[in-house]
């Protein structure tokens, strides 16, 4: 595997489930990211870990919930979603967590969520 | 507040030129990206400016006046595989990224 993976690539939940969104990367970065992208609208930044260590969280509802296990894991659990939640949930990872002049994101194909 | 102006959508036929605008208004700048991203694929890196200028990089240039806060993304010998989204983002003071809702490039024949 190169690059970044995402699992599921597609995810169906009803309000009441409970699901988990996986990230691996596998480039060395030590910053990894998630966002949501909703049809024509600007990329949301979700959650921030450097270092293992989450240093953003953009007033996220608690329905979301991250966890960063190690520098190339990154999971977000999800539970009590509501409709509006439905989006595609991107992963991206970086060298370094942004205070350095020159650090692309690489991104994850993304899970495309559907709540009913 | 931040934001970040592009258009939402552009035609232009195979084998011309296009340029895609993108408009800033952040607290702050350290750089701006330029990503493309197919449909229903990941959003994949294409430029990045920090200084005033044209950055070029094969068919694909990208052009930035931080005192305007403005730039652009100039394709050239548009090829059909370019249909796709180009999204511009901006790093504030605070090294966070601020993006465009993207612009949706249609190539036709």
């Known amino acids: 595997e190169t690059g970044v993976t995402q699992t599921p690539r597609h995810l169906v939940m009803g309000m009441t489930n409970k699901k988990s969104l996986k990230c691996e990367q596998h480039?060395?970065?030590?910053?990894m990211y998630w966002y949501k992208q909703s049809a024509k609208k600007p990329l949301e930044l979700m959650f921030v870990?450097?270092?293992?260590?989450?240093?953003e969280n953009n007033s996220v509802p608690s329905r979301f919930s991250p966890e960063c296990p190690n520098s190339s894991h990154l999971f977000l659990h999800l539970h009590t979603l509501q409709p509006e939640d439905s989006a595609l949930y991107l992963c991206?990872?970086?060298?370094?967590?942004?205070?350095?002049?020159?650090?692309?994101?690489?991104f994850g194909p993304g899970t495309r969520l559907t709540v009913l | 507040g931040q934001n970040i102006d592009q258009p939402t959508e552009m035609t232009a036929t195979e084998g011309a030129i296009v340029q895609i605008n993108c408009t800033y208004q952040?607290?702050?700048?350290?750089?701006l990206f330029w990503y493309q991203q197919h449909a229903g694929e990941a959003p994949t890196f294409l430029s990045y400016?920090?200084l005033d200028g044209l950055e070029e990089k094969g068919r694909f240039s990208s052009f930035l006046s931080r005192s305007k806060g403005y730039s652009y993304l100039l394709l050239k010998e548009l090829q059909m595989k370019d249909s796709a989204s180009y999204l511009c983002?901006?790093?504030?003071?605070?090294?966070?990224?601020?993006w465009g809702a993207g612009t949706k490039l249609i190539i036709k024949p």
């Open positions: 991206a990872s970086s060298q370094g967590g942004g205070g350095e002049p020159y650090n692309e994101q690489f």
């Open positions: 480039l060395g970065h030590n910053a």
């Open positions: 870990y450097s270092l293992e260590e989450r240093v």
């Open positions: 952040t607290s702050g700048f350290n750089g």
């Open positions: 400016n920090v």
């Open positions: 983002a901006v790093r504030d003071s605070n090294y966070q990224l601020i």
